[in-house]
């Protein structure tokens, strides 16, 4: 068997880099390894509007809620509210991904890609300018050929280091996260909320994401670095202190992986989008939108390359381009500072927290706020200003 | 006898937060299930600390 593309894991980077090959007129290959796509999901299922619109149709079978804004608190309980204008449209819907990303995959079907689950890629060799991929279907192994890998396998993703790149993460390039689908809670549905604190999410922060009916998700993040216990402890005290009375009806583990932008996601005939070229957000640890975007990017790369006849690195590196050009530079910066971040304690922070509190901005961008707190507090994150100003 | 990671299936929530930062490969996301390499685990323990379900034990 043969294709041009062979793309690994079904997730949004996955399906929507199969989508555009397809559409390019590639014959493509879309491998998952699990038996259901989108499921067990690892995801808080949150995402802007307008990054949603870019890529598909919004349909209200796969919008579990709509929210207005996003409400954050201190350590010291202080509350800020940002509204979804204010926010640059960072928040918006909450998913049910266990059918946006079927959905999605299923676009990439109806583009003319060939999906296969249940069966794991396992490795891949590379001669003069093809590949064999290797795959394991219910205990079978068999090759699949191709001219270029997109490695869409996530967190977990094999694909990178098969191919030279060394994406192992670090202790403190990385989420850990436990979530718990909660009902019969109460709380401000119009919302998205969030906690932060050294006691409450050492590195990390603990959400609330509205799924309608009285429902949430309520997660958390926590950098094995600086937490002292696993994050399901962390959890646990929280929802005690604040929703004992809730009932959990799911439970969510998950990664995120927040090392920011790194050096390439390009070798010789593979590609790498979404968390497996660690696209998420190092701040707000979304990666939802980036992933799409990476697949849609790597999509249009490979009928390039293609057509070209040349699928080496030099020719692939203009997709590291493009992802860099479009959201590579914002992951340097929110690494640097997620590394300012994680260090202050819960009184600087309180500190921040009663500072945007009180003034009034006119957009709370990320950025926004860094500029008002750069100029009140000066000596906080002045190494930052040449990133932000 | 040489230090090695072992998983508590029942606690294990399949998510691959330790496949992450294995950087001897020494553990695989199967379809359904994590399975560890004996011969490539040399019980460092790095993915015992980035569990979120403590499913993780490092033993000898
Ligand atoms: C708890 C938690 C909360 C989150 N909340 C949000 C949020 O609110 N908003 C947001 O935008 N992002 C959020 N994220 C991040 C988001 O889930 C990911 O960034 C996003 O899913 C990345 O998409 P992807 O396509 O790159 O990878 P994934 O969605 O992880 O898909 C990868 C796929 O590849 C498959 N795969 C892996 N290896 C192989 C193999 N060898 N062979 C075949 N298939 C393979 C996997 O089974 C998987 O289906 C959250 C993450 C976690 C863990
Ligand atoms: S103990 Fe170390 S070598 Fe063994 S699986 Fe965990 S991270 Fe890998
Ligand atoms: S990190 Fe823990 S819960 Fe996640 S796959 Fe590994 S052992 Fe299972």
Redesign the pocket.
């Given at each position: 068997m043969n294709y041009d593309v062979v793309v690994?894991?079904?997730?949004?980077?996955?399906?929507l880099a199969a989508k555009t090959c397809a559409e390019r007129g590639l014959s493509v290959l879309l491998?998952?390894?699990?038996q259901e796509?989108?499921a067990p999901v690892?995801?808080?299922?949150?995402?802007g509007k307008k990054d949603l619109q870019k890529f598909v149709e919004v349909d209200k079978k796969f919008i579990a809620a709509e929210v207005v804004g996003a409400k954050i608190y201190a350590p010291d309980g202080t509350e800020i509210t940002l509204t979804e204008e204010m926010a640059g449209n960072e928040v918006g819907y909450v998913l049910e991904?266990k059918i946006f990303?079927r959905h999605l995959a299923r676009l990439a079907a109806k583009a003319g890609a060939d999906v296969i689950v249940k069966?794991?890629?396992?490795g891949m060799e590379r001669t003069k300018d093809s590949v064999k991929v290797k795959l394991r279907r219910m205990g079978e192994e068999f090759e699949v050929g191709c001219k270029i890998v997109i490695g869409?396998?996530?967190?977990?993703?094999?694909?990178g280091k098969w191919a030279g790149i060394d994406t192992t993460l670090k202790l403190n390039e990385i989420?850990s996260?436990?979530?718990y689908l909660m009902t019969g809670i109460d709380f401000d549905p119009e919302y998205c909320h969030f906690w932060f604190g050294s006691n409450i999410a050492p590195g990390g922060y603990v959400?609330l994401?509205p799924k309608g009916n009285n429902s949430a998700n309520v997660?958390i993040?926590v950098m094995p670095s600086l937490a002292k216990r696993s994050p399901k402890e962390y959890l646990d005290e929280f929802v005690e202190r604040n929703y004992s009375n809730g009932k959990i009806v799911e439970v969510?583990?998950?990664?995120?992986p927040v090392k920011g932008e790194i050096e390439t996601a390009v070798a010789d005939n593979v590609m790498l989008?979404?968390?497996?070229a660690r696209?998420?957000d190092p701040i707000?640890?979304?990666?939802?939108?980036?992933?799409m975007k990476a697949?849609y990017y790597a999509g249009i790369v490979a009928a390039e390359a293609i057509q070209k006849g040349d699928c080496s690195a030099k020719t692939l590196r203009r997709y590291d381009e493009l992802w860099k050009n479009d959201f590579g530079k914002d992951l340097a910066r929110k690494r640097k500072l997620q590394q300012k971040l994680i260090k202050m304690d819960d009184e600087t922070l309180n500190k921040i927290m009663h500072t945007l509190a009180n003034c009034k901005l006119e957009e709370i961008s990320v950025k926004a706020m860094i500029k008002e707190l750069i100029k009140r507090h000066p000596k906080l994150l002045w190494d930052l200003k040449d990133l932000f100003l | 006898m040489a230090k090695r990671v072992v998983v508590n299936r029942y606690r294990c929530a399949y998510?691959?937060a330790c496949v992450a930062v294995c950087k001897f490969n020494a553990n695989e996301?199967v379809e359904t299930f994590l399975v560890i390499d004996e011969e490539k685990c040399n019980g460092c323990g790095i993915c015992v600390k980035v569990c979120p379900m403590n499913a993780l034990e490092v033993v000898s």
């Amino acid at each position: 068997m043969n294709y041009d593309v062979v793309v690994i894991g079904a997730g949004p980077g996955g399906s929507l880099a199969a989508k555009t090959c397809a559409e390019r007129g590639l014959s493509v290959l879309l491998v998952e390894k699990r038996q259901e796509i989108g499921a067990p999901v690892r995801c808080a299922e949150g995402i802007g509007k307008k990054d949603l619109q870019k890529f598909v149709e919004v349909d209200k079978k796969f919008i579990a809620a709509e929210v207005v804004g996003a409400k954050i608190y201190a350590p010291d309980g202080t509350e800020i509210t940002l509204t979804e204008e204010m926010a640059g449209n960072e928040v918006g819907y909450v998913l049910e991904r266990k059918i946006f990303d079927r959905h999605l995959a299923r676009l990439a079907a109806k583009a003319g890609a060939d999906v296969i689950v249940k069966t794991t890629a396992i490795g891949m060799e590379r001669t003069k300018d093809s590949v064999k991929v290797k795959l394991r279907r219910m205990g079978e192994e068999f090759e699949v050929g191709c001219k270029i890998v997109i490695g869409a396998d996530g967190v977990e993703s094999r694909v990178g280091k098969w191919a030279g790149i060394d994406t192992t993460l670090k202790l403190n390039e990385i989420e850990s996260c436990v979530q718990y689908l909660m009902t019969g809670i109460d709380f401000d549905p119009e919302y998205c909320h969030f906690w932060f604190g050294s006691n409450i999410a050492p590195g990390g922060y603990v959400w609330l994401f509205p799924k309608g009916n009285n429902s949430a998700n309520v997660g958390i993040g926590v950098m094995p670095s600086l937490a002292k216990r696993s994050p399901k402890e962390y959890l646990d005290e929280f929802v005690e202190r604040n929703y004992s009375n809730g009932k959990i009806v799911e439970v969510v583990a998950g990664a995120v992986p927040v090392k920011g932008e790194i050096e390439t996601a390009v070798a010789d005939n593979v590609m790498l989008v979404g968390d497996a070229a660690r696209h998420a957000d190092p701040i707000t640890g979304g990666g939802i939108a980036n992933a799409m975007k990476a697949g849609y990017y790597a999509g249009i790369v490979a009928a390039e390359a293609i057509q070209k006849g040349d699928c080496s690195a030099k020719t692939l590196r203009r997709y590291d381009e493009l992802w860099k050009n479009d959201f590579g530079k914002d992951l340097a910066r929110k690494r640097k500072l997620q590394q300012k971040l994680i260090k202050m304690d819960d009184e600087t922070l309180n500190k921040i927290m009663h500072t945007l509190a009180n003034c009034k901005l006119e957009e709370i961008s990320v950025k926004a706020m860094i500029k008002e707190l750069i100029k009140r507090h000066p000596k906080l994150l002045w190494d930052l200003k040449d990133l932000f100003l | 006898m040489a230090k090695r990671v072992v998983v508590n299936r029942y606690r294990c929530a399949y998510c691959g937060a330790c496949v992450a930062v294995c950087k001897f490969n020494a553990n695989e996301l199967v379809e359904t299930f994590l399975v560890i390499d004996e011969e490539k685990c040399n019980g460092c323990g790095i993915c015992v600390k980035v569990c979120p379900m403590n499913a993780l034990e490092v033993v000898s």
